[in-house]
């Protein structure tokens, strides 16, 4: 919803909603991960063109005030050169990693989620997924775990 709040000589222009309330959560997850874009699977499934985008995906998570998950990618081509170069080269090895996260194989995960670090150390993504990976492999994962990362904070 569009509106126009305010009094004469002072107005303002705002939308609120709760797609604008989710564009926001996700604009906020670029911090979390370090990435300079980050979009919504809606976003990426409308792409008419997706073969045109250096993309990788990025995480499965439920963010503030949402009970369903959402899957997050990653746009690579709007990177700093080298990290852009970096994360375009091991995106299959980030891919799949991810795939063996969601299938609780986390020995496989952790070995590559480390090597993306190894590779670009500044793929933050990768190492936050490593540590998450680590911890879950180590004391395993919580009763009902499918893979999502609930979010606490906005």
Known sequence: MLGTLGVEGRLDCGVIGDAVNLAARVEGMTKAYGAALVISDSTFVALKHPELWHLRPLDLVV?????????????????????????????IQYSKALESYFAGKFDAALGGFSSCVAACPG????RLMAQRTAELRDDGPPEN????????TK
Do not use: M, S
């Not at 775990?145 to 606490?152: Q, V």
């Open 63 to 91: 963010p503030v005030g949402r009970k369903q998950p959402l899957r997050i990618h990653e746009v690579l081509d709007v990177e700093i050169d080298g990290v852009r170069e970096a994360k375009i080269a091991t995106r």
């Open 145 to 152: 775990w499918d893979g999502a990362y609930r979010l606490r």
């Open 123 to 126: 793929d933050r993504a990768a």
